[in-house]
Each structure stands twice: as C-alpha cells, then as structure tokens.
C-alpha cells in the first residue's frame, strides 16, 4: 500500500545534539512538507519541497534545516539551535496543487 | 491572503447527539476545501473534501460538510455522536500554489 512513513515513532534527544527525523514516501507525491504541532496551536509550517533538489522555508524554520535528493524522502534535521524542540513533528505530502495531503504517523521528539 | 477560521478549540456534545463544528474561509478564487480528523498521537487522517463538484460532501465515518459560499462556511456535521469521534478536527483551504492553509483546529469531546 502507498502512503508515507516517518520514523522514528518517538526520539529522545539531549541538550545540544542535532537530530534528524526521517520522512519517506511511495506515493509519488511532487511535493512534501514539514510540520510542527504543539498543544493548542495546529500545525506550523517548517519547511516544504515541491521538487527534489528545492526546499523553502516556512513560517518556523529557525533551527531546522532538511534536504530533498531524491523524490522520496523529505528528512528534517532538528538542530541544537532550535531553541525549544520537544514537540509532535508531521510530514506530508500532495500530488498536486489544491488536492489533498497525505500525513505520516509523527514523531515526538523530547529533549531530556 | 486566504485563511481559516475554526470556531471553538472545544466542542462538547453528548453521545448520540448532533454534531456541528464550524470552519469558515476566506478566498480570493473558488476554493479547495478539506477536513482532517487527528487521533491522539497520530497523524492525520482525511474526512472529506470540496472540489466544487457538489456543495453537500459526504466523508468517512458518517460526517458531512457543506459549502456555502455566500457565508464562505464548510461546517462539519454529523446526525449522532459516538464516542470513537472523540478526537481534534482540523479544516482547511487550498491555496493554488501547493500550499494548505489550516484552521486551529477543534478538540471534540464526547460526554457519555
């Protein structure tokens, strides 16, 4: 079955330490996108991709860097200059403008 | 800029009763239009869509929505509550440019 399949399920990370979540996809999808999810405030965008080799940043970036090289795979690096990580992290993808997204289960990311 | 709006971070209804959250929108062009449905921990999950093809959109899980431009509403419905809809809905807006914009999101709490 086609979908999308973010891993790890739940990260631990400490102070100070880059970390980088996975994000792949067999759907097909052109673009793909990154977001974060603390309680009581949706989704915010970090950063999305509408084709390999090209990211832009969203509205929450600072802290976050990620890479597209192959169509596939969209993984978000969190870095230690992201100043508050522990969140719920989503990726998603959609085949085209105005159609439907397609989420990951998530990952939840603590910083101990 | 097109945004949307969710009325009430939580609804409570009763087990078996009607129903209704509200997602309103605003677009300069005709829009593309989606709930999601999130489970906790999870990630989300698509209920319906409006593509313009009918103003009444029937989804998943007996939920329905329905356009009305001249209010620019997609309220969701549904005729009896269960206790498995317990769980945080989200409204969105295509924006033509790969881009979904997200309500806040509501928090559905069902009282036994």
């Known amino acids: 079955d086609g979908g999308i399949t973010q891993s790890p399920k739940y990260l631990f990370r400490k102070e100070g330490q880059n970390v980088t979540l996975s994000c792949e996809q067999n759907l097909n999808h052109d673009a793909m996108y990154w977001y974060r999810q603390d309680p009581g405030q949706g989704l915010r965008l970090i950063y999305y991709?509408?084709?390999?080799?090209?990211?832009q940043k969203g509205d929450i970036a600072e802290g976050y860097s990620v890479s597209r090289e192959k169509k596939e795979s969209f993984p978000l690096t969190v870095t230690s200059a992201q100043k508050n990580p522990t969140a719920f992290y989503l990726c998603?993808?959609?085949?085209?403008?105005?159609?439907?997204?397609?989420f990951g289960q998530g990952t939840r990311l603590t910083v101990v | 800029a097109q945004s949307v709006t969710q009325l009430g971070s939580h609804v409570s209804v009763s087990e078996g009763a009607l129903v209704l959250l509200r997602c309103n929108y605003s677009?300069?062009?005709?829009?593309?239009l989606f709930w999601y449905v999130q489970y906790p921990n999870q990630g989300l999950q698509l209920l319906l869509k409006y593509t313009s093809a009918a103003t009444l959109v029937k989804g998943i899980n007996g939920f329905e929505a329905e356009f009305k431009k001249s209010e620019t509403s997609f309220h969701l419905t549904k005729p009896s509550a269960h206790m498995s809809d317990a769980a945080e809905y989200f409204c969105a807006v295509g924006d033509s440019n790969y881009q979904l914009i997200w309500g806040a999101g509501t928090k559905l709490i069902i009282k036994p």
């Open positions: 677009s300069s062009v005709p829009p593309y």
């Open positions: 991709s509408q084709i390999v080799n090209d990211f």
């Open positions: 998603a993808s959609i085949a085209d403008t105005n159609t439907e997204a397609f």
